[in-house]
C-alpha cells in the first residue's frame, strides 16, 4: 500500500510566486514526516523534518494530523529551487525503524 | 568525509550480463540502504541492512536480484542476469542508527540495459 502520495509529478511557477507542494500519508499513529530534495546532478539530500519544525531555505512544512498531509510550501519560489522533491515517512514499529517511505516525488520548475 | 560512494556513476551493459553494484556507506554509520528510482515508479527501497544484517529485502524485485554487506564499509547489489527493465539509477544510501531517520545518499549508479 502506497503510504505517501504526492499528487503532482510536475509543479510550475514563476519566480516570486508562492509553491505548495502537496504530501499526503496513510499511517494512524505518529509518524516522522520529512521533505527530501534533489537539486540537478546533485545526490538526495534531507531539506527538513516536521519534528524539527524549522525553516530550511524558505521552506515550512507543517503535519495536519487531521488531514494526514505534510505540504511543503515557500511563500516566494526562486530560480535555485528548482528540483525533485520527495516527501517521506517513517514509524516506529519494530522492524521498520530506520526506514523511509518515499513518495513518488514531485519535480518543481521555477520560472524567470 | 566524502560522503556515501558508489561505483560504478554509469555502468552500461547487454542483457543476460552480470552487473555488480558497490556502496561504500559514511564511516560509522550502522544502517545501509539499497533504493532505485525509476521514472514510473520513483524511489523504491529495495534492501536494508542494520550492522550488516539484512533487515527487510522486500523490496528486491525477483531472485536475479542479490545484496551483501559483507563488513561495515562495504555493499554490493547484484543483478544477475540482466534485463533492460532493470534500467534506473540505483541509490545507495547509509545512516548513523537505526533509530536515526536522517539518510545520507550517495551519488547513484544510472545502469543502463541494453
Known amino acids: 500500500a502506497q503510504r505517501v502520495t504526492q499528487p503532482e509529478k510536475l509543479l510550475s511557477v514563476f519566480k516570486g510566486a508562492p509553491v505548495e507542494l502537496k504530501c499526503n500519508y496513510s499511517?494512524?499513529?505518529?509518524?516522522?514526516l520529512f521533505w527530501y530534495v534533489q537539486y540537478s546532478r546533485q545526490r538526495l539530500q534531507l531539506l527538513l523534518r516536521?519534528?524539527s519544525r524549522e525553516s530550511i531555505k524558505g521552506f515550512t512544512a507543517d503535519l495536519n494530523k487531521g488531514e494526514t498531509s505534510f505540504h511543503l510550501k515557500k511563500p516566494f519560489a526562486q530560480e535555485e529551487d528548482s528540483a525533485m522533491y520527495y516527501c517521506a515517512l517513517s514509524f516506529d514499529r519494530g522492524s521498520t525503524l530506520g526506514r523511509l517511505y518515499f513518495g513518488r516525488g514531485t519535480q518543481l520548475t521555477v520560472w524567470p | 568525509d566524502a560522503g556515501v560512494i558508489q561505483s560504478p556513476r554509469h555502468e552500461v551493459t547487454e542483457m543476460g550480463q552480470e552487473v555488480t553494484l558497490r556502496c561504500k556507506p559514511i564511516?560509522?554509520?550502522?544502517?545501509l540502504f539499497w533504493y532505485r528510482q525509476t521514472m514510473m515508479r520513483g524511489l523504491e527501497l529495495l534492501i536494508y541492512f542494520n550492522n550488516n544484517v539484512p533487515i527487510d529485502d522486500s523490496g528486491m524485485p525477483e531472485d536475479r536480484f542479490s545484496a551483501k554487506m559483507p563488513n561495515a564499509s562495504f555493499s554490493t547489489l547484484k543483478i544477475q542476469p540482466s534485463e533492460p527493465r532493470d534500467s534506473a539509477v540505483y541509490f545507495c544510501a547509509s545512516s548513523l542508527k537505526r533509530s536515526s531517520y536522517e539518510q545520507y545518499f550517495g551519488p547513484g549508479t544510472r545502469l543502463t540495459v541494453t
Open positions: 564511516s560509522g554509520h550502522n544502517s
Open positions: 516536521h519534528i
Open positions: 499511517y494512524s499513529g505518529s509518524p516522522e
